[in-house]
């Protein structure tokens, strides 16, 4: 009995059917695989935004008015750096409560600005002791959020009726004498992406830091 194999042509017609299945399944995992990057990528993106507004809300939630006396504030070495409440940069001084590695209270200058900083675009933030505040020393920045391309704030002025509209403001006046009751962050990343928070300041707090409070 004669026993018959494959022949080339039909060798060559499953060679090509694999080919095809194996391209189409490459193709297909290929797509899984950029979807799930991306997926990924925007997720921890949000997370990002997320952690970088929750600390910016923290410290400006014990945002303080460190001294009410205009003579207290200047460029000079000794003088206190000017709080800054401007439509793209905010600088005040938080108060940090005690706790058990620190059992007196803190006051730092804390500064955010999205900007660019050797090559690195982002939300950078500073933040430095009161007395190195004082001194001028340039603290060493660090990049809360990557990719930040435009940082906008707004503030609320509340009127003299407590039942009239808010006013919103690009910039916030002499905030070196009050703070503003409620502040508006808008953050764009250079992805596109957007997020916007507002963020309470609580009223009435001065520092004890031997200045007296406005």
Do not use: K, N
């Given at each position: 009995m004669m026993r018959?194999?494959?022949?080339?042509?039909?060798?060559?017609?499953?060679?090509?059917?694999i080919a095809v299945l194996v391209v189409g399944l490459?193709?297909?995992?290929r797509g899984g695989l950029a979807v799930w990057r991306r997926a990924t990528a925007s997720g921890e993106a949000v997370q990002r935004q997320r952690v970088a507004l929750e600390r910016l809300a923290r410290e400006l939630a014990q945002a303080v008015v460190l001294d009410g006396r205009e003579a207290a504030y200047g460029e000079d070495a000794g003088t206190l750096p000017r709080p800054r409440f401007d439509e793209a940069a905010l600088?005040?001084?938080?108060?940090?409560?005690?706790?058990?590695?620190r059992p007196l209270p803190a006051v730092r200058f804390v500064t955010y600005r999205c900007e660019e900083r050797?090559?690195?675009l982002g939300l950078w933030r500073r933040s430095q002791p009161l007395v190195e505040a004082r001194a001028r020393s340039e603290p060493a920045p660090e990049l809360a959020l990557p990719g930040c391309e435009r940082l906008a704030v707004r503030y609320a002025h509340l009127p003299p009726e407590a039942e009239g509209p808010l006013e919103w403001r690009d910039r916030w006046e002499q905030p070196?004498?009050?703070?503003?009751?409620?502040?508006?962050?808008?953050?764009?990343?250079?992805?596109?992406a957007r997020a916007a928070r507002r963020l309470a300041i609580p009223v009435g707090r001065a520092a004890?830091?031997?200045?007296p409070p406005s």
């Amino acid at each position: 009995m004669m026993r018959r194999g494959f022949t080339l042509v039909e060798l060559l017609i499953a060679s090509t059917m694999i080919a095809v299945l194996v391209v189409g399944l490459g193709a297909h995992l290929r797509g899984g695989l950029a979807v799930w990057r991306r997926a990924t990528a925007s997720g921890e993106a949000v997370q990002r935004q997320r952690v970088a507004l929750e600390r910016l809300a923290r410290e400006l939630a014990q945002a303080v008015v460190l001294d009410g006396r205009e003579a207290a504030y200047g460029e000079d070495a000794g003088t206190l750096p000017r709080p800054r409440f401007d439509e793209a940069a905010l600088a005040w001084f938080t108060a940090l409560a005690p706790s058990t590695r620190r059992p007196l209270p803190a006051v730092r200058f804390v500064t955010y600005r999205c900007e660019e900083r050797d090559g690195v675009l982002g939300l950078w933030r500073r933040s430095q002791p009161l007395v190195e505040a004082r001194a001028r020393s340039e603290p060493a920045p660090e990049l809360a959020l990557p990719g930040c391309e435009r940082l906008a704030v707004r503030y609320a002025h509340l009127p003299p009726e407590a039942e009239g509209p808010l006013e919103w403001r690009d910039r916030w006046e002499q905030p070196e004498q009050a703070l503003p009751r409620l502040v508006e962050v808008t953050v764009e990343l250079a992805s596109g992406a957007r997020a916007a928070r507002r963020l309470a300041i609580p009223v009435g707090r001065a520092a004890a830091s031997g200045a007296p409070p406005s």
